[in-house]
T-cell receptor
Framework: QKEVEQNSGPLSVPEGAIASLNCTYS??????FFWYRQYSGKSPELIMS????GDKEDGRFTAQLNKASQYVSLLIRDSQPSDSATYLC???????????FGAGTILRVKS | ETGVTQTPRHLVMGMTNKKSLKCEQH?????MYWYKQSAKKPLELMFV???????ENNSVPSRFSPECPNSSHLFLHLHTLQPEDSALYLC?????????????FGEGSRLTVL
């Protein structure tokens, strides 16, 4: 059974701090990794994708991938209350096929 | 209309009813998906359609029947459901099946089975 594990949280951080969200995956053959943000009562929205080991930055978001450790993380710099949401990690085969989602981590940014 | 739209947004049905969920995407994408989201559980992929052809069926019970008449429309026909089928059903699309991780989701249909 291929799985993606996330701490359910909630992860609470003060406004302006760095939020660090983590995810591990069981299928060593996974090649594509995604972070989705889901606001309460809304649908998931893709915020980051990463395919190679290392860091990928997009604005305040940095995705980190370590395939040897089967570990993916999302860093949110200068966290804002509007970042409060559930963050879903997903791992898939090439191009995102056979995508497996984690159950999500709830992030709360306190002003 | 833009993006992915789903109707109805909320549905309550008895176990003997027959109903359908509708999804329409206005993005010009070629792949469409049905996902099930239950509380505290990961998103579960149910069906994948690529260019109107079903390419994946993840061991979903036959009481769920998908239909994709064209690349813009996707239906999920429901009959003789069980209370444990109560969940949020999300439709999604991607440019094509080779970009299956880059999904655009609709707002979902919240289903309650009594």
């Amino acid at each position: 059974q291929k799985e993606v594990e996330q701490n359910s949280g909630p992860l609470s951080v003060p406004e302006g701090a760095i939020a660090s969200l983590n995810c591990t995956y069981s299928d060593r053959g996974s090649q594509s990794f995604f972070w989705y943000r889901q606001y309460s009562g809304k649908s998931p929205e893709l915020i980051m994708s990463i395919y190679s080991n290392g860091d990928k930055e997009d604005g305040r978001f940095t995705a980190q991938l370590n395939k040897a450790s089967q570990y993916v993380s999302l860093l949110i710099r200068d966290s804002q209350p509007s970042d409060s949401a559930t963050y879903l990690c997903a791992a898939g085969m090439e191009y995102g096929n056979k995508l497996v989602f984690g159950a999500g981590t709830i992030l709360r940014v306190k002003s | 209309e833009t993006g992915v739209t789903q109707t109805p947004r909320h549905l309550v049905m008895g176990m003997t009813n027959k109903k359908s969920l509708k999804c329409e995407q206005h993005l010009g994408h070629n792949a469409m998906y049905w996902y099930k989201q239950s509380a505290k559980k990961p998103l579960e992929l149910m069906f994948v359609y690529s260019l109107e052809e079903r390419v994946e069926n993840n061991s979903v019970p036959s009481r769920f029947s998908p239909e994709c008449p064209n690349s813009s429309h996707l239906f999920l026909h429901l009959h003789t459901l069980q209370p444990e089928d109560s969940a949020l059903y999300l439709c999604a699309s991607s440019q094509d099946q080779s970009s299956s991780g880059e999904l655009f989701f609709g707002e979902g249909s919240r289903l309650t089975v009594l």
